[in-house]
C-alpha cells in the first residue's frame, strides 16, 4: 500500500530555515507528480510547491505565491523521496505541511482534490 511519510517539521524563529523531507514506500511513483500543501487553524488547505517525478533528472515545478524565492521543491530518485526547502521563514509560515502524490503532472498541480494518496503532516512554527 502507497504510504508518504513527512518528517523535519519543527518550531524555528523568523528569518531561519527548516528542511522538510517527504519519504514515499509501497508505490512506484515514477511519473507521479508531488506536492506540498499546508493548513493552519482555521484556514483552508494552501497549495505549496509541487514536483514532477520522472526518471529523468529534469523535473518541473510549480510554486505557490507566497512562498516564491523562499521555498524550493527537490527530490533524490533514488531514496524516493522528496525534500522542500523552506528559507526566510515568516510567522504566517506556520501550518500543518502534508505532502500529497498524483499519478500525472498537469495544470491542476495546485488543487487539493485531485491527489490520490497524503501523508499525515508534519507540524511547522515560527515565532515571532
Excluded at 14 to 38: D, K
Excluded at 59 to 83: L, M, W
Aim: proline share 3%.
Amino acid at each position: 500500500q502507497a504510504q508518504l511519510v513527512e518528517s523535519g517539521g519543527g518550531l524555528v524563529q523568523a528569518g531561519g530555515s527548516l528542511r522538510l523531507s517527504c519519504a514515499a514506500s509501497g508505490h512506484t511513483f515514477s511519473g507521479y507528480a508531488v506536492g506540498w500543501f499546508r493548513q493552519a487553524p482555521g484556514k483552508d488547505r494552501e497549495f505549496v510547491a509541487a514536483i514532477s517525478w520522472s526518471g529523468s533528472w529534469s523535473s518541473s515545478t510549480r510554486y505557490g505565491e507566497s512562498v516564491k524565492g523562499r521555498f524550493t521543491i527537490s527530490r533524490d530518485n533514488a531514496k524516493n523521496t522528496v525534500y522542500l526547502q523552506m528559507n526566510s521563514l515568516k510567522p504566517e509560515d506556520t501550518a500543518v505541511y502534508y505532502c500529497a502524490a498524483k499519478g500525472t503532472w498537469g495544470p491542476r498541480v495546485h488543487t487539493p482534490g485531485v491527489y490520490d494518496y497524503w501523508g499525515q503532516g508534519t507540524q511547522v512554527t515560527v515565532s515571532s
